[in-house]
């Protein structure tokens, strides 16, 4: 479906840019939230007459996005969760749990859609993510998981947490498995053969 955008959305275009999405996409969302509006001729020219006040509009919320980058910024994402010996947690926290502490903690009112956690966190530790309270305006934010208050103070001050054998740093790692090595083995140069 053919549609004229009313306000900015990331990864699809600009306000007043014509683009092609799924009938579904513009259906269910961008034109319910008046997000856009149906390709015509008609459209057009409504668009038209409505542009400087759609971009005024457009920069009164960007704005407002930026006076509350500061108390995103310092408010302390620490999340108390029950978790194994091994760090790992019995639930996860999501973008909606990290979105909830935001509105508890800066009362920052952000949906779970506007975290840009990508998956939810199932271990204890410390976890970079973002929050775009308008899509021209992403602030990074540090979320600290743990079991009790001294592990997140240990977090925050970069120690290491130990659990078993396993180790928690500040930054999680990615992990080199038995599975990645054999890979490895089988695509590397095979040895020559004396004879």
């Known amino acids: 479906m053919k549609i004229i955008l009313t306000e900015k959305i990331t990864r699809l275009g600009n306000i007043g840019d014509t683009v092609e999405v799924?009938?579904?996409?513009?259906r269910n969302f961008l034109l319910p939230n008046n997000k856009a509006l149906r390709w015509s001729r008609e459209n057009?020219?409504?668009?038209?007459?409505q542009k400087a006040e759609l971009q005024a509009r457009h920069e009164n919320a960007k704005k407002a996005a930026e006076a509350k980058v500061d108390a995103v910024k310092n408010a302390k994402m620490y999340m108390i969760r029950q978790a194994g010996d091994t760090g790992q947690l019995y639930g996860s926290v999501s973008s909606?749990?990290?979105?909830?502490?935001?509105?508890?903690?800066?009362?920052i009112d952000v949906s779970s859609a506007q975290v840009m956690l990508g998956s939810p966190i199932k271990s204890v530790g410390a976890f970079d993510t973002k929050i775009a309270l308008h899509p021209d305006v992403i602030v990074p934010i540090k979320v600290y998981v743990a079991r009790t208050n001294d592990e997140?103070?240990?977090?925050?001050?970069?120690?290491?947490?130990t659990f078993g054998t396993k180790k928690v740093e500040e930054e999680p790692k990615e992990e080199t498995t038995v599975a990645d090595e054999s890979e490895k083995s089988e695509n590397a140069a095979p040895e020559e053969v004396e004879k």
Do not use: H, Q, W
């Open 44 to 49: 057009v020219a409504l668009f038209e007459a």
């Open 96 to 107: 909606r749990d990290i979105a909830r502490t935001l509105k508890e903690i800066a009362n």
């Open 152 to 161: 997140i103070e240990a977090l925050v001050a970069g120690k290491v947490l």
């Open 22 to 26: 799924k009938t579904g996409y513009a």
